[in-house]
């Protein structure tokens, strides 16, 4: 087991899907480092959580994933002896197996992210899910200054020493992006692994519009920084 990462999972009605993804990670790293945090699920998200027996703190009404990951980082940064934090979809499109080479990318390469990347075999990606998320990292990696494969890909391996130095300000999905360019301009080492492109009977929770415009203000913002 490897005591000194964690795992940090938001959820947002998420039922019949977090329990095994909770078995999967607690496969991988120790249940006292693995955090869920509900985002203000109306279904029986908390329970299946709380039936695995990782702590679960629970949002009393939806955030987004931006605040709920902010707030996550934060309870992760209190617990003694964890270096770094994978985060990773509550909804199963995330292999929890695939946390060795995140780990092993990590140590080699001194890393301070890891990204799965899902753009080395697109086989099963809708061709517009392709192009959105070729042309997004385009442009998050003009902005960060270097080249990042996959920046919609919300499974990182995150160093927690170079996460508290960042001043953000996004909190909603567009804080992804927002951590990518900032740490690129402090200098973070970002690498990329690949990892399986899965898709089942999940919804993405992704507002095309609201998250379009949230994205491109993020863009904007950036040249001001």
Not at 16 to 21: A, C, P, T
Not at 169 to 180: A, G, K, Q
């Amino acid at each position: 087991m490897n005591k000194e990462f964690g795992a940090l999972i938001p959820a947002f009605n998420e039922a019949g899907h977090i329990s095994s993804v909770i078995r999967g990670v607690s496969g991988q790293i120790p249940a006292s480092n693995i955090l869920v945090i509900d985002d203000g699920s109306s279904d029986s998200t908390v329970s299946e959580s709380e039936a695995t027996g990782v702590e679960v703190v629970r949002n009393s009404v939806n955030l987004g994933k931006g605040a709920t990951l902010l707030k996550g980082f934060s309870l992760m940064s209190e617990k003694a002896g964890i270096e770094a934090v994978f985060t990773l979809d509550a909804d199963g499109q995330h292999d929890p197996v695939e946390m060795s080479s995140f780990i092993t990318a990590f140590r080699e390469k001194n890393a301070d992210i890891v990204i799965g990347s899902r753009m080395a075999d697109t086989t099963g990606m809708p061709a517009l899910r392709r192009f959105t998320n070729w042309s997004t990292s385009t442009i998050i990696s003009l902005r960060a200054g270097v080249r990042i494969d996959d920046t919609q890909s919300g499974y990182r391996l995150v160093r927690l020493s170079m996460m508290n130095k960042l001043d953000l300000v996004t909190r909603n999905f567009d804080l992804e992006s927002e951590i990518l360019i900032k740490a690129a301009r402090l200098g973070a080492v970002i690498v990329s692994v690949p990892i399986a492109t899965i898709y089942g009977e999940e919804k993405s929770k992704i507002n095309p519009a609201v998250d379009t415009w949230r994205f491109l203000k993020l863009v904007f913002r950036s040249f001001l920084w």
